[in-house]
């Protein structure tokens, strides 16, 4: 017979164990042991880093998840809103099958050029193409040519068109499709009620979509500023 354990609280039913908290020195091992940067993903991120938008750029732990994720999942069409510098671009570029194809939307010409010179560097521009303008008119216009074509999307752009990126995402998406979404913890800001801002308001608003969305398998990474990886059911 089992014991006779009380039966916990409302407020007690929380995991007992817990994701590890990540201080400066833990963080620094994690990248120490486990990141395997190439000298071209380097170079990018120093040069971004001479910006002073630097913080947008993706760390290298989260490119190289990316990247694992498209050799894994070995997607022939990959959607991604939001370039910025090109860091993840380039990281999924290098790790897709040479026979695959990546579509990039951003909407800055000056970010663009940057990730477009890197690509060519790195000779996988032939996989990419590029669409310098606003996501979702693109986005729109895709859905024209064909809705479930893409087989793995990463959307890491403004937060004020977030909640319409999900919804045109998933219609891209073919069934199976992984989406990744990332700032999905936006710098922890969504966890304190003190913040009210409209880009913290919209993330939780995402957050909490997706969470109620059972079209769609689930998990948020606390791995750079929140990834959260959607499967498309």
């Given at each position: 017979m089992?014991?006779?354990?009380?039966?916990?609280?409302?407020?007690?039913?929380?995991?007992?164990?817990?994701?590890?908290?990540?201080?400066?020195?833990?963080?620094?091992?994690?990248?120490?042991?486990?990141?395997?940067?190439?000298?071209?993903?380097?170079?990018?991120?120093?040069?971004?880093?001479?910006?002073?938008?630097?913080?947008?750029?993706?760390?290298?732990?989260?490119?190289?998840?990316?990247?694992?994720?498209?050799?894994?999942?070995?997607?022939?069409?990959?959607?991604?809103?939001?370039?910025?510098?090109?860091?993840s671009t380039l990281s999924m570029a290098m790790a897709m099958s040479k026979d695959a194809s990546l579509i990039a939307i951003e909407k800055k010409q000056m970010w663009l050029d940057i990730a477009t010179r890197y690509l060519e560097e790195a000779g996988v521009m032939d996989r990419v193409t590029t669409y310098c303008d606003k996501a979702l008119p693109v986005m729109t216009s895709l859905l024209?040519?064909?809705?479930?074509?893409?087989?793995?999307?990463?959307?890491?752009?403004?937060?004020?068109?977030?909640?319409?990126?999900?919804?045109?995402?998933?219609?891209?998406?073919?069934p199976g499709g992984c989406l990744l979404i990332d700032n999905t913890l936006w710098w922890g800001n969504v966890a304190d009620d003190t913040f009210t801002d409209k880009d913290t308001n919209i993330v939780r608003a995402l957050n909490e979509t997706i969470h109620a969305d059972h079209t769609v398998d689930l998990s948020l990474i606390p791995i750079g500023d929140g990834l959260t990886l959607v499967r498309k059911r």
């Open positions: 089992l014991p006779n354990f009380p039966k916990p609280l409302p407020e007690d039913d929380r995991p007992t164990n817990r994701t590890v908290k990540m201080d400066d020195r833990l963080y620094q091992y994690l990248v120490d042991v486990s990141v395997r940067e190439n000298d071209i993903l380097k170079a990018l991120r120093r040069e971004t880093a001479q910006y002073h938008m630097a913080r947008m750029q993706l760390s290298p732990e989260v490119g190289q998840l990316l990247a694992l994720l498209v050799k894994l999942q070995a997607p022939k069409k990959i959607l991604e809103v939001g370039v910025f510098t090109g860091y024209e040519t064909g809705s479930d074509s893409f087989d793995f999307i990463f959307i890491d752009a403004d937060k004020k068109n977030l909640l319409a990126y999900y919804e045109r995402a998933k219609q891209l998406l073919r």
